[in-house]
């Protein structure tokens, strides 16, 4: 039995705003869809699970979901190997189900955009069976990095890239005889084959299936891995100090090209479709020429999602990447945290309160009642400053990370660190909805229904607290804040696009004003210290004390113009 479907009047997709600039200030709720809602009791998330909480989404007041893949995909790396860019995975359901989704989710008011894996496909899709079967030399070859090996024997890796998800980027085939054959190269896991980019049809198919997905209704596509597309076809070794556009397989100057011809796609369609990139480029400057005019609409904005819970941190990345963007008249997006870095209520709870994939440990000592009050204040700032914002499922529960038994531990970061990484799982734990045990209704329970298969992680007990179900029930809780901040953030003109300015302010202390009403504090200091001029307090993240702002918290103010 399957859980009901929301009732949804048939209103053809054009409900949504046709203002041209959505995407400038839009508020983007991340969807990883196997732990968001599971309707079949298979203990995994699907398609039918996110019709069935439309409601909560659109009363959460986001304008648009984004898909983690969805694709058919042996999960390898929790699908960013895909198999087939055209098809919904099974365990998610079909692609009726998508195209239903989609069009159930415009009639709220949402847009859907979707993530698309360009750099590397799943080796089980069809262009590399194709691949390994032609052998060496072979057309089907040349649409991946096939090479021979060095060495007398050519059993030496072609270079000695390291991979981003540490370990080696080459893996040496078999030949159709059973002899050692050639290497191929793979910037994440063995079972995620780099494309070559160099190549006439991989360009055209990607183009396709871009238009495919728009075709469907998809209001936009986030770009995964998008720096890494180009490698230098010489081969060299990564030089110990690259200048930039010069590593041999990270932002390379002809990865640009491909952007432009994405848009010449996306803007030959009807309302405004967009690119997001995932541009993991540390030079400000560098990042911003992906968002060029002719190129992605926006990126995730990394250096402020990884620096520590600090006025002076926060305030130089604001700085830093506003200025970046203004030449190129793109806006910055906001990010607390997406289904690969540790959740923010456990992040700000730890003495080192940055973000760095290296640094993840096993059994890392947090102060969770602290890190949830600073990820409520953060999570307020970052919906205060100029321009759109992301919210990762769960987030507006305020779910910690999850410290995971390693026996069920899936991610490839775990494994290729040696079991020192944690990896990525915990924070992409099933969401729990209601109850006091799990599934916490992640999966059907209770009367009428066969028992559910476990969700696919484990759900910790404490998280009987953290249900949407019990949240509700709370105005000083996380959902609350997230709801009611979003609701005032559409109101208020002033917030989302459009310029900030710095207001003076102590040490510790972040102020800047949206427009002539509305100003945003932030204080990270442990003393309470006073408001700037106001008329009334528009939220706060935690209580005033005595009419002063609190430590790790921040107010939006109302101030008349
Ligand atoms: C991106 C994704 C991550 C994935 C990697 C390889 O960084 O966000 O989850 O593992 O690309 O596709």
Not at 166 to 193: C, I, K, M, S
Request: contains cysteine.
């Amino acid at each position: 039995m399957t859980m009901p479907l929301t009732d949804t009047p048939a209103i053809a997709p054009t409900a949504f705003t046709r203002d041209p600039l959505w995407w400038r200030s839009a508020v983007i709720y991340q969807v990883y869809v196997r732990s968001f809602a599971d309707s079949d009791g298979d203990g995994t998330g699907d398609l039918r699970g996110v019709r069935s909480r439309l409601g909560y989404l659109q009363e959460l007041g986001v304008d648009a979901l984004w898909f983690n893949p969805w694709y058919p995909s042996p999960f390898a790396d929790g699908g960013y190997d895909v198999a087939d860019y055209r098809g919904i995975h099974p365990a998610f359901g079909t692609l009726a189900d998508a195209e239903e989704l989609i069009a159930e989710a415009a009639a709220r008011g949402i847009r859907t955009i979707i993530d698309i894996v360009p750099n590397h496909v799943s080796s089980e899709h069809r262009w590399f069976r194709e691949a390994l079967a032609a052998g060496p030399g072979s057309p089907e070859r040349e649409r991946f990095w096939f090479h021979p090996g060095k060495g007398p024997n050519g059993d030496e890796m072609p270079t000695n890239w390291v991979s981003n998800f540490q370990g080696d980027t080459w893996t040496r085939t078999t030949n159709p005889d059973g002899t050692p054959g050639e290497w191929y190269l793979h910037l994440f896991a063995p079972e995620q084959p780099d494309l070559n980019w160099n190549h006439p049809e991989v360009r055209a198919e990607h183009e396709d299936i871009l238009r495919f997905w728009f075709d469907r209704g998809v209001a936009g596509v986030r770009i995964d891995s998008a720096g890494l597309l180009i490698k230098d076809p010489a081969l060299p070794e990564v030089p110990a100090e690259p200048r930039q556009g010069e590593h041999p397989t990270e932002d390379r100057d002809e990865v640009h090209e491909v952007y432009r011809a994405w848009r010449r796609v996306v803007d030959s369609y009807e309302g405004t479709r967009v690119l997001v990139g995932e541009v993991w480029v540390p030079d400000a400057s560098r990042f911003a020429a992906y968002l060029r005019p002719d190129e992605m609409h926006t990126a995730f904005n990394f250096d402020f999602m990884t620096r520590p819970w600090s006025a002076d941190e926060l305030r130089a990345s604001i700085d830093l990447m506003l200025a970046a963007h203004a030449p190129v008249g793109a806006p910055s997006t906001w990010v607390l945290s997406n289904h690969d870095v540790t959740r923010p209520v456990t992040r700000y709870g730890r003495d080192d309160s940055g973000f760095a994939f290296a640094k993840k440990r096993f059994g890392t000592p947090t102060d969770l009642e602290l890190g949830t009050r600073r990820a409520r204040a953060a999570a307020m700032l970052a919906a205060a400053l100029p321009g759109s914002l992301y919210v990762y499922q769960g987030d507006e529960l305020g779910l910690p990370e999850v410290e995971l038994p390693r026996e069920v531990l899936e991610d490839p970061m775990h494994f290729r660190s040696g079991g020192i990484d944690p990896g990525r799982d915990g924070c992409r734990v099933p969401l729990p909805w209601r109850g006091a045990a799990t599934p916490f209704g992640f999966s059907p329970d209770g009367a009428g229904h066969a028992a559910s298969a476990a969700p696919w992680l484990p759900q910790p007990p404490e998280w009987a607290e953290l249900t949407v179900q019990a949240q509700e029930a709370d105005p000083g809780s996380m959902l609350w804040l997230y709801r009611q901040a979003l609701r005032i953030r559409k109101r208020e003109r002033s917030l989302g696009d459009g310029p900030m300015t710095w207001m003076p302010s102590e040490p510790g202390v972040l102020a800047f004003s949206r427009g002539e009403d509305v100003v945003c504090v932030t204080n990270f200091g442990a003393e309470p210290v006073a408001l700037p001029d106001h008329d009334r307090i528009l939220i706060s993240s935690a209580p005033l004390v005595g009419g002063l702002l609190a430590h790790d918290s921040t107010a939006w103010l109302h101030r008349t113009a």
